[in-house]
Nanobody, 126 residues
Framework: QLQLVESGGDLVQPGGSLRLSCAAS????????IGWFRQAPGKEREGLSC????????YYADSVKGRFTISRDNAKKTVYLQMNSLKPEDTAIYYC???????????????????WGQGTQVTVSS
């Protein structure tokens, strides 16, 4: 059974850092790009970052570029999102997702992903 399980969400003060993890199972992990998304209340789900199958290519939305870093450990079947300099507007539920097509180009479009985790809450507040 294919699963993606996010963890690491928490309440953090502005300027703080968090590292999210996305643990995968039930599919050949190193065949697929993985993306991170977030959804704040009343807003659409936003693509933040994605990483290619070998970690050699990464992409970031302008809203997080320079603050967030995506990485993956294929041996552990896990993708990470290191988030620094957090702002109140980063408050959202964060999701990881598996890209639909194996060996595909890493993109931030939601329609390119077919399986999603349950999400982890990140709250940035003083």
């Amino acid at each position: 059974q294919l699963q993606l399980v996010e963890s690491g969400g928490d309440l953090v003060q502005p300027g703080g850092s968090l590292r999210l993890s996305c643990a995968a199972s039930g599919f050949t992990f190193d065949y697929y790009a993985i993306g991170w998304f977030r959804q704040a209340p009343g807003k659409e789900r936003e693509g933040l970052s994605c990483i290619s199958i070998d970690g050699g290519s990464t992409y970031y939305a302008d809203s997080v570029k320079g603050r967030f870093t995506i990485s993956r450990d294929n041996a552990k079947k896990t993708v990470y999102l290191q988030m620094n300099s957090l702002k109140p507007e980063d408050t959202a539920i964060y999701y990881c997702a598996k890209q639909r097509i194996g060996f595909g180009v890493c993109t931030l479009g939601r329609n390119s992903y077919d399986y999603w985790g349950q999400g982890t809450q990140v709250t940035v507040s003083s």
